[in-house]
């Protein structure tokens, strides 16, 4: 065995994030879950640096033909996708619904905080400025037919790769996890990454020490079930 042999099984042996923490984890973990605080840009919304760039040049070449990308959210840490997790909780348990089967109709559209690709400030969900917004955005009506952001939807179908921005939630049938949204895109070269990383962390704790509603029902199998189906549930090419 020459010496790189050693190393490289020496490593395999003690696990490669115990001994090279720098080069493995390289975001620090408490930034992927939304607890952290991330060195962030934007006006009316905050992304990594890189992210930010890219969205610019995106949106520049999307004006010219008139559609003005406007960011409806992007950054948002876990105590802000807590308050939404428990508000719908709340909301579901006071129609008389389950505890189960209100986690399952959150989990439609909605993460476990400590889940969200929106804690990586990678993630947007963008809407056109250009028409009169009424009432909810982010329903998939309107980015399709005569909706209102039909125009936003064709153009980023065919252009948001160019710049590195691609759908998580895709409409593709064999998909599992949240429905489709054609609204929010994902930079890849950060989140890319920011996923394989994410996925080596104890998510026990992550949910497990949170004051979320829910109780019973979010237990060590109910997560991993959810990380399997939900965060893993995104179109190939971000995997
Ligand atoms: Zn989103």
């Known amino acids: 065995?020459?010496?790189?042999?050693?190393?490289?099984?020496?490593?395999?042996?003690?696990?490669?994030?115990?001994?090279q923490p720098d080069k493995i984890m390289n975001t620090d973990p408490l930034l992927l879950i939304g607890k952290g605080s991330p060195n962030l840009v934007g006006k009316n919304y905050a992304l990594l640096p890189e992210a930010d760039k890219a969205l610019q040049a995106m949106s520049a070449a999307a004006q010219k033909q008139d559609i003005t990308i406007k960011v409806v959210s992007s950054y948002r840490?876990?105590?802000?996708?807590?308050?939404?997790?428990?508000?719908?909780?709340?909301?579901?348990?006071?129609?008389?619904?389950?505890?189960?089967?209100a986690i399952r109709k959150i989990?439609?559209?909605?993460?476990?905080?400590?889940?969200?690709?929106?804690?990586?400030?990678?993630?947007?969900?963008i809407?056109?400025?250009?028409?009169?917004?009424?009432?909810?955005?982010?329903?998939?009506?309107k980015f399709h037919d005569n909706g209102p952001y039909n125009t936003l939807r064709e153009w980023m179908?065919?252009?948001a790769q160019d710049y590195d921005f691609l759908l998580p939630y895709t409409k593709d049938e064999n998909r599992s996890g949240f429905k489709y949204e054609p609204w929010h895109y994902s930079?890849?070269?950060?989140?890319?990454?920011?996923?394989?990383?994410?996925?080596?962390l104890d998510h026990r704790e992550l949910i497990f020490?949170?004051?979320?509603?829910?109780?019973?029902?979010?237990?060590?199998?109910?997560?991993?079930?959810?990380?399997?189906?939900?965060?893993?549930?995104?179109d190939r090419s971000l995997l």
């Open 77 to 101: 840490s876990f105590e802000r996708q807590k308050s939404i997790w428990n508000r719908k909780f709340l909301r579901f348990k006071s129609q008389g619904i389950q505890d189960g089967a």
């Open 107 to 125: 989990i439609e559209y909605s993460t476990l905080p400590g889940t969200s690709r929106h804690h990586w400030g990678t993630d947007i969900d």
């Open 127 to 141: 809407i056109d400025a250009g028409p009169p917004q009424e009432g909810d955005v982010l329903l998939t009506q």
């Open 157 to 159: 179908e065919t252009h």
């Open 1 to 19: 065995m020459n010496r790189l042999e050693f190393i490289n099984t020496g490593l395999a042996i003690m696990g490669l994030s115990q001994l």
């Open 187 to 200: 930079y890849a070269p950060k989140s890319i990454p920011m996923l394989k990383q994410y996925l080596e």
């Open 209 to 234: 020490s949170a004051d979320l509603k829910g109780g019973d029902d979010l237990d060590q199998e109910f997560l991993e079930s959810y990380i399997q189906s939900h965060v893993m549930g995104i």
